[in-house]
């Protein structure tokens, strides 16, 4: 079964899957390690990485190659961040098709202009495509993909952009007119009051994806209670996870003037040669090594 086709069956079965960002392989080894149904090659996660604001920086490129190398270290489904989708219409239908081509069983497509603003940041300038322009990026995407499978899921950032939830539901159904399989619907409001009231007006034959990086009160199980959500994001934890670990550990290290405090606090090298499949490195080598 192909992995985008692992990822519908799941949806169906557990009513929602949990994904967590990646933005390395081993941080995608991890994801799959801890239990996750599938990861999320975040568009803010690879920005950051590489100390870059989340600004359509990041070129499609850098992205993929990413994805690519996530895709094979691990089995999991990779729902792609493929932020405005880099362009207009015809910028979506080369997208659709590298993506496929590379790995992902999903990509999220949001309604914002090119060049983008990170969602979260105070103050952003965050502007909306026409909604007609919108739905004319999703049809492409629906008419391009190759397998029936692969996931073109809707991001509005009406919510976002602070146009209000009559707004956002407005869009919604006009993506999911154009064939939208599913509607990422996000805010950054600190509670998730404005999510758990779009979720209860939402009336769309889509079902919702949300992603708790504002809000983290808004847990599985209430999610679940929301009864419309079948995908779940964990959009930054990833990154915030692995900077606050490097950012602790290496302070440390300055004060104590050397590793001979944290090295007890941290993964033994073993650990790192394990997540590194030295295992079967080491039976190939049996082999074949003559
Ligand atoms: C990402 O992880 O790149 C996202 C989620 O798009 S957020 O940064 O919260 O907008
Ligand atoms: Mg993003």
Redesign the pocket.
């Known amino acids: 079964m192909s992995p985008a086709k692992r990822l519908r069956t799941r949806m169906a079965e557990t009513g929602l899957v949990q994904i967590m960002?990646a933005h390395s392989p081993l941080s995608a080894i991890l994801a799959e390690e801890a239990g996750f149904d599938g990861l999320?090659a975040?568009?803010?996660?690879l920005a950051a990485l590489y100390g870059l604001a989340?600004m359509s920086l990041i070129s499609m490129t850098q992205h993929l190659d990413m994805l690519r190398a996530i895709a094979g270290r691990t089995t999991l489904p990779i729902v792609a961040?493929i932020?405005t989708g880099y362009g207009n219409a015809i910028n979506v239908i080369h997208t659709i098709g590298e993506y496929e081509r590379a790995g992902a069983s999903a990509v999220?497509i949001?309604d914002k202009t090119f060049p983008k603003v990170?969602?979260?940041v105070a103050g952003g300038r965050q502007e909306l495509t026409r909604i007609e322009e919108f739905q004319g990026k999703i049809e492409a995407a629906i008419a391009t993909r190759r397998s029936a499978d692969f996931l073109i899921i809707a991001r509005t950032e009406a919510l976002i952009a602070g146009l209000g939830e009559t707004e956002a539901l407005h869009r919604a159904r006009a993506y999911v007119e154009a064939g939208a399989d599913m509607i990422l619907i996000?805010s950054k409001k600190k509670d998730p009051s404005e999510i758990e009231s779009f979720s209860r007006a939402w009336t769309g034959s889509a079902p919702l994806v949300v992603?708790p990086?504002?809000y983290p009160d808004l847990d599985a199980k209430r999610v679940k209670a929301l009864r419309n959500v079948r995908m779940m994001?964990y959009?930054?934890y990833g990154i915030r996870t692995a900077a606050t670990c490097m950012q602790q550990t290496f302070r440390r290290i300055i004060a104590d003037g050397g590793v001979q405090n944290v090295h007890k606090d941290i993964l033994p090298v073993e650990e790192i040669f394990r997540l590194q499949g030295i295992e079967a490195t080491r039976a190939a080598e049996a082999r074949f090594l003559r």
């Not at 975040?42 to 996660?45: L, M, T």
């Open positions: 960002a999320w975040s568009g803010f996660e989340d961040d932020d999220v949001e990170t969602s979260l996000h992603v990086n504002a994001i959009g930054n």
